[in-house]
Every structure is written in C-alpha cells, then in structure tokens.
Nanobody, 115 residues
C-alpha cells in the first residue's frame, strides 16, 4: 500500500517562506511526475507546480518566480519551497506522485498566509 505523507504547512506572515515536503512509502515503482496542487475554500483544486523524471518543471503563472519544486528520487520525496508568500496563497496543498500509470495523493497540508 502506497502512502504519501506531507509536512511543512502552517501559518506564516505575508512575505514569509515555507517548505513543504511529501514522502512516499510502500511499493511505488517507476516514479514519474511529482506535483503539488492546492485548493482554496470555495475554489477548485489547481495545479501549482510539477516536475518530471528528468527534472523538467512547470509552474502556475501565479507562483512563478516565488515557488520552486524539487525532488529526491532516492528518498521518494518531493518538495515545494514557497517564498514571498501572499494571502492568496492560502489553501490546502496536496502532493501527487505518479508511479507507472497510477497516481497517488497526499492527505493535504494547510498553508495560511495572514498577518
């Protein structure tokens, strides 16, 4: 059974930084893409950032230049470094890892940006 465990969320002031982590455990093979999504209250879940198996990255326009996605294949972990956070970044953040043709989701971690 595959499990994704997220950590690093919390409350931060505008302009601050947070680093999210998502570690996979269990039998997950042929890890391909890793991604972060977020869902704010009353809104649909949206893609924030994605990284391919060869470290190609893509970002939502709203986070370009502020967020950085990275991965550690040996640890089966994906990270999201979030800088210059804004109140509109407030949401539940979910990681998603692709193993073969299967997609696995984390349980979500709350990020709140407020003074």
């Amino acid at each position: 059974q595959v499990q994704l465990v997220e950590s690093g969320g919390g409350l931060v002031q505008p302009g601050g930084s947070l680093r999210l982590s998502c570690a996979a455990s269990g039998s997950i093979f042929s890890i391909n893409t890793m991604a972060w999504y977020r869902q704010a209250p009353g809104k649909e879940r949206e893609l924030v950032a994605i990284i391919s198996s060869v470290d190609y990255t893509n970002y939502a326009d709203s986070v370009k230049g502020r967020f950085t996605i990275s991965r550690d294949n040996a640890k089966k972990t994906v990270y999201l470094q979030m800088n210059s956070l804004k109140p509109e970044d407030t949401a539940v953040y979910y990681c998603r890892i692709q193993g073969g043709s299967d997609y696995y989701w984390g349980q979500g971690t709350q990020v709140t940006v407020s003074s």
